[in-house]
């Protein structure tokens, strides 16, 4: 039963232009809400996140958006770079259990 | 304190056998969660650790998994009688308590059960 759900596999983006990954949740319990982002033989490292009360969270090129009536968050990197490209995840709060989404592979063609 | 670390980085066992792995957390951090990865897929809770007291287990995980964690430092996960579907990343993170849920991971340990 996947409650997090990251439905693009795959995505590619120009340098400098807009990357968006998206992800949808079933549970509308889910409280705080993350990203993070992975390379190859490396753990997953946090990059942003937003609690349930808000709707937008901003840090530097990362943006993320959160939609609760449509259950849908999503990732705003701007400009993207070479350095961006990796899996990221979203993933999603309920009590003490973190629900992870399956991934959206990043490339960023120079 | 370097981060998160996680011993042995791979693992290959034949069917059967017992393996036992150890993660090292962030040293003030109070939080500890076991996570299994296999190919394809994100991360899957496991367990997870409030100081050395193991608060909440998934219901995916059989009575075969072990988790510890004495005196709330370091934490070890056992398999026993490993199955080839045990094969998996197995991935370990800290964090502190609060509103602020930052996990941090470590380099996970590659199991291959043979």
């Known amino acids: 039963d996947q409650q997090v759900k990251q439905n693009s596999p795959s995505l590619s983006v120009q340098e400098g232009r807009i990357s968006i990954l998206n992800c949808d949740y079933t549970?509308?319990?889910?409280?705080?809400f993350l990203w993070y982002k992975k390379y190859p033989a490396e753990g997953p490292t946090f990059l942003i996140s937003i609690s349930s009360i808000k709707d937008k969270n901003e840090d530097g090129r990362f943006t993320v958006f959160l939609n609760k009536s449509a259950k849908h968050l999503s990732l705003h990197i701007v400009p993207s770079q070479p350095g961006d490209s990796a899996v990221y995840f979203c993933a999603a709060l309920f009590g003490n259990q973190f629900y992870f989404g399956t991934g959206t592979s990043l490339t960023v063609i120079p | 304190d370097t981060g998160v670390s996680q011993n042995p980085r791979h693992k290959i066992t034949k069917r059967g056998q017992n393996v036992t792995f150890r993660c090292d957390p962030i040293?003030?951090?109070?939080?500890l969660y076991w996570y299994r990865q296999t190919l394809g897929q994100g991360p899957e809770f496991l367990t997870y650790?409030?100081?050395?007291?193991?608060?909440?287990k998934s219901r995916l995980l059989s009575d075969r998994f072990s988790a510890e964690r004495p005196k709330g430092s370091f934490s070890t996960l056992e398999i026993q009688r490993t199955e080839q579907g045990d094969s998996a990343m197995y991935l370990c993170a800290s964090s502190l308590s609060g509103p602020l849920y930052e996990q941090y991971f470590g380099p996970g340990t590659r199991l291959t059960v043979t």
């Open positions: 650790f409030q100081n050395e007291a193991q608060l909440e």
């Open positions: 549970n509308s319990m889910f409280d705080y």
């Open positions: 040293s003030e951090h109070n939080r």
